[in-house]
């Protein structure tokens, strides 16, 4: 009969398993609710253990976050190949399974991270800290987005449908954790086409812009995300005569 033996991590490798345990209970519960006894527990590792590798539950939050913030740019990126339609849908395919899989760490990334330390005292340096992780978020979202477009100067008003569509993203994405009463698939759809209605929008207003949504439209199959949009659009309209037409 043999006895197990328990293998001795490394520095570096406690720290990784530190930060996944961590950012998995945050996943499922308010960073604010989880204490450093249960991140212990989780681990199988004592209190005073976790201490040694960060100094802090908010440096161990931090941590989980950044890793985080990773995973969801991630999400961002998709082979440039195809209609523009079917690359975003993948995309908010991947970004809202991120949400629905870590729903309160999500909403504590979006929202500016714990709002106090263990002492009830605000801590100005960790929202600061999560802020900037947000915005690395925003920034890579933004540069996929284009890098799909083929552009790398993008106009004013490209770049305002750009970066309100991303935050449109966000916040959809935090309403919905709210009871999650429309189904994933459909809010995914909705967003891609929210994409197309901003750039629609501002096409009516530029000519750059309209040039712009005519290529997409112009690679756009007949069963595509942007296809279905028109043709939803379309029955919503007053019917017009065969003549019209």
């Known amino acids: 009969m043999t006895t197990g033996v328990r293998r001795r991590m490394g520095v570096e490798e406690r720290r990784q398993q530190l930060i996944g345990v961590a950012l998995e209970l945050f996943s499922h519960r308010s960073p604010d609710d989880v204490s450093i006894d249960e991140i212990a527990a989780a681990a199988g590792i004592s209190r005073p253990l976790v201490y040694h590798y960060f100094p802090g539950k908010l440096s161990l939050y931090e941590a989980a976050l950044r890793r985080a913030a990773e995973d969801l740019a991630e999400r961002f990126v998709e082979p440039r190949e195809g209609p523009l339609g079917a690359r975003l849908l993948r995309v ?68 305002l449908v750009v970066r309100s569509w991303i935050s449109l993203a966000e916040s959809t994405a935090l309403i919905w954790l709210d009871g999650r009463r429309i189904p994933r698939a459909e ?36 069963d595509g ?21």
């Open 187 to 222: 809010l995914e759809l909705q967003l891609v086409h929210d994409f197309a209605a901003l750039t629609a929008v501002s096409a009516a207003y530029d000519a750059e812009m309209a040039a712009l949504l005519r290529d997409i439209l112009a690679a756009e199959p007949a």
């Open 92 to 159: 908010m395919g991947r970004f809202l399974a991120f949400v629905d899989d870590h729903g309160p760490g999500f909403s504590a990334l979006m929202r500016g991270g714990p709002a106090v330390s263990a002492g009830g005292a605000c801590v100005p340096g960790t929202v600061s800290t999560t802020t900037a992780l947000i915005d690395s978020v925003r920034q890579a979202a933004y540069d996929q987005i284009l890098a799909h477009l083929g552009i790398t100067d993008p106009p004013a008003r490209l770049e």
């Open 225 to 245: 995300p942007f296809a279905e949009l028109l043709e939803r659009l379309f029955t919503l309209a007053p019917q017009a005569s065969a003549e019209e037409r």
